[in-house]
């Protein structure tokens, strides 16, 4: 089968080619000292990223290995956790919290819709029990964000918790770790970042290393394990086991770029992908996913496709047909995703995406303006270049 012409999926990204040359440079010993001062430097730039003086940990592995163990470091049994739902990445956090022994509680949306803070509060103040809340600040297979800004503060004001999955947030949408309060933070290098997929990064508070090491159920002497970062790599600057070298060279090359650009500036292009993206998408007469435009994420765009066309079948056509990758559903329901992310997000890569799909779905008998589209996408596209 040939390589697409274009990967515009929801992660792993496109990387540039200055992060593709990090990717193959020559591979150091661990323990040589150059190798330790880029890990160091590597760390401090994800701080910056994150908006953070909180412990920053880099986790060797796509993000679900911190994600999970962050989550067994902090539960104790009979712990009672709110965990906000509106996707399939939110809902599989709480088989983790009950496999781990904690007491449920849930606040459960449609995956194509988010929920409201204002409930949020309404739940913890009527159930004081709460001792931890769980989210994800943006539902990649949705294509949907939480309102982490608001939740954040009023957790942090009742002594709560927060863990927060941002693997797709962070560089995609405003993020302020310590402003807002945030215990928790996981993120992938893999999406808005534009690096390589095996490095979790991880920011810890005081707060939640303080309820970590009260946990005699938190991972120690495991891949795992949390405090065996904290205590080998960051107390005595010996690493739990080898790290992925040439994923630490392409996650600080990555880490550069955006801080070159600044981290405003990736957030706005971000947003301005999108912007297109959506333009183009509503002249072509496509209905979005979410039920709201206000919670549609900055780094897909997912696009409701009708019953009688699954949504495997059109990821598979616009590839095989017109070589561009696209994103399914991945089980948040009968969509397809156009992604914005990383490198991709800007330029013409939101057109030729829409080209794709909609060319896709004529094939397939979906009536489209495929050239009402392009055209509306264009012209967000131009006006924001004057």
């Not at 661990?30 to 910056?48: I, L, N, S, W």
């Not at 939110?90 to 022994?101: H, R, V």
């Amino acid at each position: 089968m040939a390589l697409p012409d274009f990967t515009l999926s929801a992660g792993p990204v496109t990387v540039t080619p200055r992060t593709q040359a990090a990717l193959g440079r020559p591979i150091l010993y661990h323990y040589d000292p150059e190798f330790q001062a880029g890990f160091r430097r590597t760390e401090q730039k994800v701080a910056e990223v994150f908006r953070t003086g909180n412990d920053i940990i880099l986790m060797q592995g796509e993000a679900i290995v911190a994600l999970e163990g962050a989550l067994r470091s902090l539960i104790t049994p009979g712990m009672h956790v709110l965990n906000l739902v509106q996707g399939v990445f939110g809902k599989g956090t709480g088989y983790w919290i009950t496999g781990f022994g904690g007491v449920l509680h849930e606040i459960e949306v449609g995956y194509d819709d988010a929920v409201d803070p204002a409930r949020v509060e309404e739940y913890l103040d009527a159930h004081p029990e709460i001792r931890m809340v769980c989210l994800v600040a943006s539902e990649t297979p949705s294509g949907t964000v939480t309102d982490v800004a608001a939740i954040g503060p009023m957790c942090r004001d009742r002594g709560i918790l927060t863990y927060i999955d941002t693997v797709s947030g962070v560089l995609g949408m405003e993020w302020e770790t310590d402003a807002w309060g945030l215990d928790i933070c996981v993120a992938g290098g893999q999406k808005c970042l534009g690096g390589p997929a095996g490095v979790a990064l991880v920011s810890v508070s005081a707060r939640a290393w303080e309820a970590i090491y009260a946990n005699p159920a938190a991972p120690r002497d495991s891949y795992l394990s949390l405090i065996d970062w904290k205590e080998k790599w960051l107390g005595e600057g010996r690493f739990p086991y080898t790290p992925s070298v040439s994923d630490m060279y392409g996650l600080e090359s990555a880490l550069d770029q955006a801080l070159e650009e600044g981290i405003d500036a990736v957030i706005a292009r971000h947003e301005a992908a999108a912007d297109v993206t959506r333009a183009g998408a509503r002249a072509m007469g496509l209905e979005f996913w979410a039920v709201r435009e206000e919670i549609m994420s900055a780094c897909v765009t997912s696009i409701r496709l009708p019953d009688s066309i699954d949504n495997a079948v059109v990821r598979d056509h616009a590839r095989d047909v017109y070589g561009v990758m696209l994103s399914h559903g991945q089980g948040a329901g009968n969509l397809v995703r156009l992604s914005h992310m990383g490198p991709t997000a800007g330029g013409l890569h939101s057109l030729i995406g829409l080209a794709a799909l909609g060319r896709t779905l004529a094939d397939l008998g979906v009536p489209v303006d495929i050239g009402d589209g392009m055209d509306a996408a264009l012209a967000v596209l131009s006006a924001r270049r004057v």
